[in-house]
């Protein structure tokens, strides 16, 4: 069974870093996609970041340069660095980890980031 446990979420000031990390278990397929997606207050849940087991990245247009994700394969791992946090970041971070074949996303209870002064 796939379990997936994020941590690192808090608040911060505007302009500051948080680093969230999601361990994933029971991960026994290969390829993979780990990534995060967002969901703020009365708004749909958006892509964030993802990155394949093969190490190629991905981001929306909304973190490029601000954002950095990583992943630890041997620890089942993946980790988003955000810098230059804005107010509009906040929202509720959750980690997936998607089988390729067949399609299965799996998904983290989620944490809460808020970037306010």
């Known amino acids: 069974q796939v379990q997936l446990v994020e941590s690192g979420g808090g608040l911060v000031q505007p302009g500051g870093s948080l680093r969230l990390s999601c361990a994933a278990s029971?991960?026994?397929?290969?390829?993979?996609?780990m990534g995060w997606y967002r969901q703020a207050p009365g708004k749909q849940r958006e892509f964030v970041a993802a990155?394949?087991?093969?190490?190629?990245?991905n981001y929306a247009d909304s973190v490029k340069g601000r954002f950095t994700i990583s992943r630890d394969n041997g620890k089942n791992a993946v980790y988003l660095q955000m810098n230059s946090l804005k107010p509009e970041d906040t929202a509720v971070y959750y980690c997936?980890?998607?089988?390729?074949?067949?399609?299965?996303?799996?998904w983290g209870q989620g944490t809460q980031v808020t970037v306010s002064s």
């Open positions: 997936y980890v998607r089988r390729i074949t067949p399609r299965i996303d799996y």
């Open positions: 029971g991960i026994t397929f290969s390829p993979n996609a």
């Open positions: 990155i394949t087991s093969g190490g190629f990245a």
